[in-house]
């Protein structure tokens, strides 16, 4: 029997299974059938909280794509990791927890019911490089951002996954098309190991604000994606940001029991 969680941060659907007695068997074979929306469970990715191996820190979060694999760090998982960690009592209000980038702060800002507002730490940036028509990132996950001018016409799935698979990227990349609408973004992300578009995406979402402030000065940028709204603030040094938080919403959707 696998008790287990489901969790959304706007739109981006995560499996997660509080697996402190590391029992969980986390092959692909058995994560792609959870994720599977037809025959299993449903959901972008898959999620354990695991018993943290030091001090000062108060969970582990591994993340895997709905393909079965262990992802790189997932921003929208993050959030909702917190969320999930206060429902296991393992936290109040504030955290700090290790994912497969290093260490993140985090905090729930308020709550209603299921519904959360929840603020995490993305690792620092280092550099932003120029890829074709936009800029290429890593936000704790690679991302190509992409400047369009009409993002609901964009076929999000046939251009993403062109250059998702292209030779510049070996290992793959996720690929953000994003409209700048007066003082707001509009994001949509094709997510490797989704392998199609999502939601929404933190660290695309977290990308894709780095990639504006380029072009225009803000320290705190708006944004708008198919599942919700975020916010992104950063400290900016020429092109090196630090200081980095995610905010948006999270929602507990249901718990079961799967036999």
Same mark, same amino acid.
């Given at each position: 029997m696998l008790q287990f969680y489901k969790y959304h941060g706007a739109g981006n659907d995560f499996i997660f299974i509080y697996n402190f007695d590391n029992s969980f068997e986390d092959n692909p074979t058995h994560i792609q059938f959870l994720c599977n929306r037809r025959t299993g469970i449903g959901a972008d990715g898959l999620i354990l909280l695991n018993t943290p191996?030091?001090?000062n820190i108060d969970f582990e979060m591994r993340y895997f794509n709905a393909d079965g694999y262990e992802g790189s760090m997932c921003g929208n998982g993050g959030r909702c990791a917190i969320a999930f960690a206060k429902k296991m009592e393992l936290i109040e209000n504030e955290t700090i927890f290790k994912g497969i980038d290093g260490m993140h702060r985090g905090k729930i800002i308020s709550e209603n019911k299921n519904l959360m507002e929840v603020t995490l730490q993305m690792k620092n940036v280092d550099k932003i490089m120029p890829y074709r028509n936009g800029y290429y990132l890593d936000t704790g996950s690679p991302h190509v951002v992409q400047f369009v001018d009409n993002v609901e016409t964009i076929d /999000?799935?046939?251009q993403g996954k062109s250059i998702r698979h292209h030779s510049d990227f070996?290992?793959?990349t996720n690929v953000n098309f994003v409209q700048i609408k007066e003082n707001q973004l509009f994001v949509r992300t094709?997510?490797?190991g989704v392998e199609d578009e999502t939601l929404s995406c933190g660290t695309g979402v977290t990308a894709s604000s780095l990639a504006?402030?380029?072009?225009?000065?803000n320290s705190e940028i708006s944004i708008k994606t198919l599942g919700g709204n975020f916010k992104v603030s950063f400290q900016k040094q020429e092109n090196?940001?630090?200081n980095i938080y995610l905010q948006g919403p999270v929602c507990f959707v249901f718990k079961? /029991?799967?036999s």
């Amino acid at each position: 029997m696998l008790q287990f969680y489901k969790y959304h941060g706007a739109g981006n659907d995560f499996i997660f299974i509080y697996n402190f007695d590391n029992s969980f068997e986390d092959n692909p074979t058995h994560i792609q059938f959870l994720c599977n929306r037809r025959t299993g469970i449903g959901a972008d990715g898959l999620i354990l909280l695991n018993t943290p191996n030091q001090e000062n820190i108060d969970f582990e979060m591994r993340y895997f794509n709905a393909d079965g694999y262990e992802g790189s760090m997932c921003g929208n998982g993050g959030r909702c990791a917190i969320a999930f960690a206060k429902k296991m009592e393992l936290i109040e209000n504030e955290t700090i927890f290790k994912g497969i980038d290093g260490m993140h702060r985090g905090k729930i800002i308020s709550e209603n019911k299921n519904l959360m507002e929840v603020t995490l730490q993305m690792k620092n940036v280092d550099k932003i490089m120029p890829y074709r028509n936009g800029y290429y990132l890593d936000t704790g996950s690679p991302h190509v951002v992409q400047f369009v001018d009409n993002v609901e016409t964009i076929d /999000v799935v046939a251009q993403g996954k062109s250059i998702r698979h292209h030779s510049d990227f070996p290992e793959g990349t996720n690929v953000n098309f994003v409209q700048i609408k007066e003082n707001q973004l509009f994001v949509r992300t094709f997510e490797r190991g989704v392998e199609d578009e999502t939601l929404s995406c933190g660290t695309g979402v977290t990308a894709s604000s780095l990639a504006y402030s380029l072009i225009h000065l803000n320290s705190e940028i708006s944004i708008k994606t198919l599942g919700g709204n975020f916010k992104v603030s950063f400290q900016k040094q020429e092109n090196t940001f630090k200081n980095i938080y995610l905010q948006g919403p999270v929602c507990f959707v249901f718990k079961g /029991v799967l036999s």
